[in-house]
């Protein structure tokens, strides 16, 4: 079979192999993992704040993993062959053991989404929580085992957990706006609005510790994603639930994992490496292409879109408010 | 005295008609050695005898021959570059790149200009560098698909029907010594493609034609100790390009050996040892080099 690949597109190369749609991968997993985290928390401390919403939660997601997995297939040099991270398992890697846990990631969603039957008790929860746990765990390894590499600390695991409980608080406050109810008139919400505050809090703490701890506190770029999530942090306190303050936090999440994994690339192995050869593809210098831009969006919009359509489709838990 | 002529003349036309065809069948058979139908590696060439005194090239080829004698899992394939004798010319860059045939952004061997010392007392060095074979390596971690494996005989290797492309090796390497595959061409704006560039590379001994929509395109490469050359019993090709002679290859394992003696009088060192890799490629004059 001729192999697939969209590489050609994109503006990626031997020393910045991994770019846009790598952070939008780590992006979208993080707000799937996270939603389903809180989900699943707030069952087990039986609080109110998701329950009436927990249906659209969990579809955000499962679309949010489906955007994901889509990116990061996209990425891929043999699109063709991606069957085998579920077929080939190399027990150190962390990668395979995410083709292996993805699957039945998508299937413990789909069954709580489809099956009234099975609740959220606290077996369940606790089972959900863990099971996230690992999922955001093992991601992080993905890049905290490499030696050399400025993700490889001990904070990474921990930086993982935050982002992505930080990017599901902006997600799940924005699917509550739009899909759910009011959160003004719902109970729970001013609680969740409390909680979400206090793990954002969190959040930006360990994304400045990682700052400091891989050596980005010089650069800017480093800096620019915790400050638009400090600025939607404190719009959230202002005006919990509010669109824009989700729309920034989910930005400046968005734009910390972006930096964070595109900026430790620009770290050569040795001095003078870039300059002992010199090509087009073998530079530390990346922009994504207009493509890269074009096909994270769509699959962004698509998970919006998605989210929607199965919104509607789907048979909603009682206690659901339409919007 | 015409019949002992035509005695002659007839022995010498035999012996030309023997002479001939003796030549051919060995021409013939020379021909199926070097040249597989299938394009995978020729059996072994015949290596150059090897005496006291004589080049360190042939010293190289008689012990590589010497390894390929034993059996796969009893060769330990390493190498040692004396960066004293380094003078930073960039041949075995250029070596590799056409034997392999390397498109844009491949790149296996590069050689870095390196400082040591301190002011006023201030020195170049020239250090290439190239994937290490390291004996507990990143990259094999990586993998999500065991597209990279350590093989018995030390080389890391790749097999490229495997590799799905996620590059995830790329990162995980500390010497950035791999590389992958997008695709491009040198040639690609102009008038035509070169053959240079489209002609097959022998990696891992196999025929593999640069081609849009096949591998290696879109796969992870990098430095294999030029297997298609080592077994056939020809050194590396930045090993034999070298004009300082600064690299050494061979068996590890073969205390005899030219290798072996080399690391066991001169002690070197290999890159980021700190990260407990155990490279293979060993540095004669590291020290003080800052990399």
Not at chain 1, 27 to 40: E, K, M, P, Q, R
Not at chain 1, 144 to 173: E, L, Q, Y
Not at chain 1, 284 to 302: H, K, N, V
Request: charged fraction near 15%; hydrophobic fraction near 45%.
């Amino acid at each position: 079979m001729p192999s697939i690949s969209f590489l050609p597109l994109t503006n990626l190369g031997s020393a910045m192999p991994w770019g846009l749609w790598i952070s939008v991968y780590v992006w979208l997993i993080g707000i799937s993992t996270g939603s389903f985290l809180l989900v699943c928390l707030s069952s087990l401390l039986k609080s109110d704040s998701l329950k009436s919403g927990r249906q659209q939660f969990l579809l955000l997601a499962l679309c949010a993993l489906g955007g994901a997995l889509l990116c990061v297939n996209l990425d891929l040099g043999h699109i063709e062959r991606s069957f085998e991270l579920f077929t080939a398992l190399n027990p150190v890697s962390p990668m395979s053991w995410m083709g292996k846990l993805y699957p039945l990631y998508a299937l413990m969603l789909l069954i709580l989404i489809f099956r009234r039957d099975v609740p959220l008790s606290r077996p369940v929860a606790i089972a959900g929580i863990i099971f996230a746990l690992v999922l955001i765990v093992v991601e992080s390894l993905l890049f905290a085992m490499p030696p050399g590499k400025a993700w490889h600390s001990p904070i990474a695991p921990v930086h993982f957990i935050t982002i992505s409980i930080a990017s599901a608080v902006f997600a799940i406050s924005l699917v509550f706006r739009w899909m759910v109810s009011d959160p003004e008139k719902t109970a729970g919400a001013e609680s969740f609005a409390r909680g979400a505050t206090l793990l954002l809090a969190l959040f930006i703490v360990v994304e400045i510790t990682e700052i400091i701890l891989s050596g980005g506190a010089g650069h800017l770029t480093h800096w620019a994603g915790v400050l638009v999530t400090l600025l939607a942090m404190l719009m959230y306190l202002r005006t919990p639930f509010s669109t824009l303050a989700s729309i920034t936090g989910l930005v400046g999440t968005g734009l910390a994992k972006y930096f964070s994994i595109v900026s430790a690339q620009y770290h050569q192995p040795f001095v003078g490496f870039s300059g002992a050869y010199t090509e087009p593809k073998v530079l530390f210098a990346y922009a994504p292409s207009g493509f890269e831009l074009f096909a994270a969006l769509a699959i962004i919009a698509g998970c919006v879109v998605g989210l929607f359509i199965l919104n509607k489709v789907v048979p909603s838990l009682p206690g659901r408010t339409n919007k | 005295m015409s019949n002992e002529s035509t005695r002659k003349t007839i022995s010498r036309k035999d012996f030309l008609r023997t002479g001939i065809a003796a030549g051919a069948l060995a021409g013939l058979a020379s021909v199926a050695q070097g040249a597989d139908a299938t394009g995978k590696s020729s059996p072994i060439q015949p290596a150059v005898p090897w005496k006291e005194g004589d080049d360190i090239l042939i010293r190289m080829q008689s012990d590589l021959h010497k390894a390929l004698a034993k059996p796969r899992n009893q060769r330990k394939w390493g190498m040692v570059i004396d960066l004293r004798k380094c003078v930073g010319c960039h041949a075995c860059t250029i070596a590799c790149k056409a034997e392999n045939v390397l498109p844009p952004g491949v790149v296996y061997r590069r050689v870095i200009n390196a400082g040591s010392g301190t002011y006023p007392d201030l020195k170049q060095k020239s250090v290439p560098v190239l994937c290490n074979h390291c004996e507990k390596p990143s990259c094999v971690k990586a993998c999500p698909v065991n597209a990279t494996h350590k093989r018995e005989d030390g080389i890391v290797a790749m097999n490229y029907k495997t590799c799905i492309g996620c590059r995830a090796c790329l990162t995980a390497c500390p010497y950035g010594a791999r590389s992958s595959d997008f695709g491009e061409f040198y040639t690609a704006s102009t008038p035509a493609l070169q053959a240079y560039e489209t002609r097959p590379s022998f990696e891992y001994r196999e025929p593999r034609p640069r081609k849009k929509g096949r591998s290696p395109i879109g796969n992870a490469r990098k430095c294999h100790f030029c297997t298609q050359r080592i077994e056939s019993g020809q050194l590396p090709a930045c090993v034999t390009t070298c004009i300082g002679k600064a690299t050494i290859f061979g068996d590890r394992s073969d205390e005899s050996g030219y290798l072996a003696n080399l690391i066991r009088e001169t002690n070197p060192r290999g890159l980021k040892e700190e990260y407990g890799l155990e490279p293979h490629v060993l540095y004669i004059g590291l020290e003080g080099v800052k990399l």
